[in-house]
């Protein structure tokens, strides 16, 4: 046996050896809420914990705020109104001897609110382990790609391996609600490398691209009248039915246009592969007023694929809408409002084709889970963007657990899957930042 083929296999054993420590990280990180709430973010305590890890780990550690990083306000992918009290980016880095590319490895640490608890069947921050899984908000978005990432290079530490190259470990701040500044300060640090791997819940899938998405608010007008008279008004229930069914209309229109993208063509992993027919909220009437609904509020959010234009895509779905109002009786002559949410502008983006990294991982997986690994698109927006719009490191998306199962009560991760993650993204570290010989 080589003495490289040694060295995959001490580290892949100490992986395996090593389940417990990377479980309880995993639930140490969940037992401390970091829920994005705009303008602010509760970051700081989970991430002085990381902190202290990786100044455990013997890494060179760097803490900040997005706002300590000089003209970031200004550059074109800051987004304002934010406040960073106590929400500091947390970077270590494994210096490597010289030689070899620099592989930066980054998660975010904020999660989603838990929503209302009586819908957690346990307490969503006590990273409780059962039938093979860690149970906890963040769980799988994204605390479990963070602790794969982590221990990946605590386990390379530990079998004393010399790498050329660096590695860059960043636990970012403020990427859930459409945030990204978090990233984007690491970028602008002056954090850059051969490529990077943003450990988002792709269900072990290698993922080289993401989706843009733009979100919107639709007002649909009625005619209020009292019940009694209800003939005399027009309900703008009945007009958000129509509108809706424009939406549907509008959704397989996208879908003609949108199957045969690459990486998203797959129509078994991605039977939709641009969502528009998603709203998520709707609104109609007044229970204090007894009446004919007067207003009603669609909200929802579109794709857009790789190769695709933002603006052209949103042009195109608010004239649908527009033309869709002006053909109905009432609303033709009292139109819709088609609002674009307040968020930042989200594209979509893609790592180069053949790109190294891609190969790498796409190796690694095969070797730990003894199949072919699919390459595909990721099935949403993520800080990938932010990399491959404004730094000169390609990035790619790759991490345990399922996006599916994130944003909702009960949120998991699958043990066996976190454990596979840690040993692919440690070969990975090996091959990409060439051990020394």
Request: hydrophobic residues 40%.
């Amino acid at each position: 046996m080589s003495d490289l083929a040694a060295t995959r296999r001490l580290v892949l054993d100490r992986v395996t050896r090593r389940q417990e420590d990377i479980v309880a990280f995993l639930q140490k990180m969940v037992r401390i809420p970091s829920v994005s709430h705009p303008p602010g973010g509760d970051e700081g305590p989970v991430q002085r914990f990381i902190e202290q890890h990786l100044k455990g780990m013997g890494l060179e550690v760097d803490v900040f705020l997005p706002t300590d990083i000089a003209g970031i306000e200004s550059h074109e992918g800051w987004w304002p109104g934010l406040d960073y009290t106590d929400r500091p980016n947390v970077v270590g880095v494994l210096r490597g001897h010289g030689g070899g590319p620099t592989l930066i490895l980054n998660g975010h640490c904020d999660v989603v609110s838990e929503g209302p608890r009586e819908l957690w069947r346990d307490d969503p921050y006590g990273g409780l382990v059962k039938s093979g899984r860690v149970y906890g908000r963040g769980a799988v978005d994204m605390k479990g790609g963070l602790a794969a990432m982590i221990m990946a290079v605590s386990c390379i530490q530990d079998c004393g391996v010399r790498l050329k190259g660096d590695v860059i470990l960043e636990s970012a701040v403020n990427e859930e609600l459409g945030g990204f500044n978090g990233t984007l300060a690491c970028i602008l640090r002056g954090y850059e490398g051969g490529g990077a791997i943003v450990t988002e819940p792709t269900d072990l899938k290698i993922e080289p691209a993401s989706k843009g998405v733009q979100a919107y608010r639709i007002v649909i007008p009625g005619k209020g009248a009292h019940t009694g008279f209800w003939w005399e008004g027009v309900s703008a229930l009945d007009n958000a039915i129509y509108i809706k069914k424009a939406i549907e209309d509008f959704a397989a229109l996208r879908y003609r246009q949108t199957r045969s993208i690459a990486l998203y063509d797959d129509p078994v992993l991605y039977p939709i592969p641009a969502v528009t027919d998603c709203v998520y909220a709707f609104r109609a009437g007044q229970s204090d007023l007894m009446s004919v609904p007067a207003e009603a509020e669609l909200e929802l959010m579109i794709d857009i694929l790789p190769g695709e234009d933002l603006a052209q895509v949103t042009s195109a779905f608010e004239k649908f809408i527009l033309d869709a109002s002006r053909a109905h009786g009432f609303l033709g002559d009292n139109p819709v409002r088609i609002e674009r949410v307040d968020m930042r502008p989200i594209y979509p983006t893609k790592m180069p084709d053949g790109h190294a990294l891609i190969t790498c991982v796409s190796e690694n997986a095969r070797e730990v889970l003894n199949a072919a690994p699919r390459i595909c698109g990721f099935e949403a927006a993520c800080d990938a963007m932010m990399f491959n719009l404004y730094s000169s490191t390609p990035a790619m998306v790759f991490g345990p657990g399922q996006l599916g199962l994130a944003h909702r009560p009960d949120e998991y991760m699958d043990i066996a899957q976190l454990v596979d993650a840690t040993k692919i993204i440690a070969l990975t570290i090996l091959d990409f930042c060439l051990m020394d010989d």
